[in-house]
């Protein structure tokens, strides 16, 4: 753990307005965490050390601790916050990492206006990681991307980068495979199997069953 003057050095090249700003969060937040980490449980201290990040672990702290009476009288959207939190880290894993718009130009042999161009246009998956877009490796084929993704990825009825990465990830469909009669599939996992029309079924499928 830094020390204040171990913080200073870490602060040291950091711009002086966003220091003071780092400063305010940590005098806001340190004392809530020492005191909630104090307050806790050790097998809740070891369940959120399970977890394989940093921020994976912070994430599940915080889902924990904002659950709290006191806090969620407080602030009723803390726990909700971190759960999310800790929803788009294990969303991330499931998907194998992310590629920038650098990389997955690269990969592509295209421009980054054109990758950029692509995920305006909804060909391309792109979640905001720290007001960054990063594009789920899950999606990319080793020459291109996933045949039929982005049919797919129109066909999710939403905005958002997240809900269409979760859609496209979470068991949905009867696998057909005798070794596994019993298991389901995700819609990426029916592209990749060639189940292009199921896909596009289940995806479209989404909003309704949510409306549900």
Known sequence: METPLQLDESLAGVP???RELIEVFLERVWPFLVSSLT???????????????HAGTLARFLSEVASDEAVAALDPLAAAFARAGDIQETLLKKAGGTWLAGEVAEHLAITRQAVDKRRKRGSLLAVEV???????????????????????????????????LSVLLSPTLRSDSADDADMESSVLDALRQGHKAEALHAAASWGRHEAV
């Open 16 to 18: 002086t307005e966003r």
């Open 130 to 164: 720290r007001s960054w877009h990063r594009y789920p490796l899950c999606q990319f084929s080793e020459g291109g991307v996933v045949d039929g993704l982005p049919e797919v990825l129109k066909a999710i009825d939403t905005d958002s980068g997240w809900t269409r």
């Open 39 to 53: 307050t806790s449980s050790s097998s809740l201290l070891r369940s959120v050390l399970a977890a394989p990040t």
